[in-house]
């Protein structure tokens, strides 16, 4: 079997990726899936998929470092290698794409020959095993996974298109390069992950002993490119749209409409950290759906709203262990609920409230990093919430309830990687505010500091203009230093633009150093214009519009003469999309 066994340096971390569709963009979700690894296509190239026998198939051995086979470094840092143990040796099947150790190599005449290799090209989570068709079973190159390690996880290779699949409790995605081309951070010590025999629990990311800081296994930084998936919900009908964007080519293409659970759109996705599930938030309920290898959904189960809050509006979802999801209903006075899942990210039943007072509407939440506050944007009430929450005891206690100006109605809000800010978004100002917080109590505190979206010298603005969205933009795994904020404000007439703004945030403080530009969209958005940074990498976001009826993905560019945005993708829906989330 094939795993990861990290040397004796090294001690276990636990870590959930973080990261609505894209943990980085890969090559792998061009040729993914158990489609693509069917007996079929292996006839076809003259090979049948015994691991052990290999009669026509091309293995390159890493010539690099035969003395410890390695395979790769870990985000190119020279001082993280992965390779095979010293007994085995690294190869590569360039005819299917895959990387893998094989138990004993020899060389006659010049030529390599390989024995007792192990090369997977697909992989099925425990929970999607009933979707592993008789074909499937027999084909011994795709990765099963089994209750004991019931998540997938993958080394990519990158820069050659190969990759590695296995199993684990918590899968990942992680970026391997053929030779390294950086040195490790200073503050990080280094360390050998070996691929070897014996299953292990592989880590997302590990620390050494009496280390000052973890050794970082993802960065999320763009390669050469590759195709990134995202998932984009609707106001109206039946139907998800799953969409793929090529950053080496700014193309974006609808690849699925996915039919889901309801006839009343989708008007908030939400996609779990583990990326096992999407949540959807529908009228009268919140919905499950697991997400398919082949990057499809299935419908899981649901919990209804409260009596009376029928206007399911938006979802968060804790990062760590048990995982709870909450769901907020826009309508007034009504609590948010905090629904528990099952071991796969099944909704099962409401375990709590987090209540606000007779006059409250809630539009959006967020959690602090350590998942023990809760903070909700009071649309109707004109005023932010925070809230502690012990999953332990599912106890929920009030804080405090912080009234902003007359005429700003926080809409949505989000916490920054290191806890210590909360920037809110002001519907009817069309402001971001900028939120202190006390990383030990969760107490916020206003500071009186915030940013306009909309252009200087606009009058009676809130009549043409309500703002949306804010966002903090996807920073490398096991980073707290994200670059960007994101904001943006709708027009409410259609062909009259809105705006998108992005915030320099410090990378110590994480407090905002500048506002970088403040650009016209490409037209109203509707009752979206909804931003949404990328996984893949800082540079870029997606934004919806639901007036015109489009999703659009825009690159930041930090050119000489300044930072600016523009649209480098744009694609036309059958109906009005909502938010997106990428994978």
């Known amino acids: 079997m094939f795993g990861v066994i990290l040397s004796s340096n090294f001690h276990p971390l636990k870590c959930l990726i973080i990261s609505f569709l894209c943990i980085e963009c890969t090559y792998s979700l061009l040729w993914d899936g158990p489609a693509a690894t069917s007996n079929g296509q292996f006839k076809a190239l003259e090979w049948t998929p015994k691991p052990t026998e290999l009669p026509s198939l091309e293995l390159i051995k890493r010539k690099d470092d035969p003395a410890t086979s390695v395979c790769g470094y870990i985000n190119a840092i020279s001082s993280a290698p992965l390779a095979c143990p010293s007994a085995s040796a690294c190869a590569f099947n360039t005819a299917a794409s895959a990387v893998g150790c094989c138990a004993s190599s020899t060389v006659q005449s010049g030529v390599v020959s390989y024995a007792g290799c192990n090369f997977f090209t697909a992989c099925y989570d425990y929970g999607m095993m009933g979707s592993c068709d008789a074909a499937c079973q027999k084909n011994s190159m795709i990765r099963k996974c089994t209750a004991d390690n019931p998540s997938c996880y993958k080394w990519d290779f990158k820069d050659v298109g190969h990759r590695y699949y296995g199993c684990t409790t918590s899968g990942f995605t992680s970026s391997v390069n053929l030779h390294p081309t ?26 050494i002993a009496q280390n000052s800081g973890p050794l970082p296994l993802e960065t999320g930084v763009v390669g050469s490119g590759g195709v990134c998936t995202f998932f984009a919900g609707s106001f109206s009908g039946s139907t998800i749209y799953g969409l793929e964007f090529d950053n080496t080519t700014s193309s974006l293409t609808l690849v699925k409409n996915i039919t ?16 096992k599930n999407l949540y959807v938030a529908t009228a009268g309920s919140f919905q499950s759906y697991a997400i398919t290898p082949d990057l499809n959904l299935t419908y899981q189960s649901n919990v209804s709203t409260s009596v009376g809050c029928n206007n399911a509006n938006f979802i968060t979802s804790s ?21 528990s899942v099952d071991e796969g990210g099944k909704l099962v039943s409401e375990v709590a409230n987090v209540t606000y007072d007779s006059s409250a ?23 932010v919430w925070s809230h502690s929450y012990d999953p332990a005891t599912g106890n929920v206690t009030e804080l405090q309830h912080l009234k902003a100006a007359n005429g700003s109605d926080p809409r949505h809000l989000t916490v920054h990687p290191n806890g210590n800010w909360v920037y809110v978004v002001y519907e009817a100002s069309s402001e971001v505010a900028v939120y202190a917080r006390n990383t030990s109590t969760g107490l916020l505190t206003f500071t009186n500091e915030t940013y306009s979206l909309l252009p200087a010298g606009y009058t009676n603005a809130t009549l043409s203009y309500w703002a949306d969205e804010v966002r903090i933009s996807s920073p490398p795994i096991n980073s707290t230093s994200p ?3 994101l904001a943006s404000t709708r027009s409410r007439t259609v062909g009259i633009p809105g705006y998108v703004s992005a915030f320099s945030l410090d990378a110590i403080t994480g407090g ?16 979206a214009n909804a931003v949404e940074p990328a996984a893949f990498s800082e540079q870029f976001f997606a934004i919806t519009d639901s007036g015109s009826n489009f999703v659009e993905v825009w690159e930041i560019d930090e050119g000489e003469n300044g930072t600016s945005a523009s649209a480098v993708a744009h694609l036309g829906l059958g109906s009005g999309p909502a938010n997106v989330k990428w994978y």
Request: glycine fraction near 10%; hydrophobic fraction near 30%.
């Open 319 to 339: 990062t760590m262990g048990p995982y709870e999801v909450f769901g907020t209903s826009y309508n007034v006075s009504c609590a948010t609920q905090v629904l």
């Open 361 to 383: 509407g809630v539009h959006g939440s967020d959690l602090s990093p350590d998942n023990q506050f809760f903070y909700s944007a009071d649309d109707s009430g004109n005023g």
């Open 512 to 527: 905002i150093t500048e506002q970088l530009f403040l650009t016209p969209t490409t037209d109203s958005g509707g009752f």
């Open 182 to 207: 950086s040195s490790q951070d200073p503050q990080f010590a280094s360390g050998t992950a070996f691929i070897g025999a014996s299953m292990v629990d592989p880590l997302l990311y590990a620390t």
């Open 483 to 485: 670059k960007y904020l």
């Open 260 to 275: 889901i659970n309801t006839t009343s759109g989708s008007k908030w996705i939400h996609m779990d950290s583990r990326k």
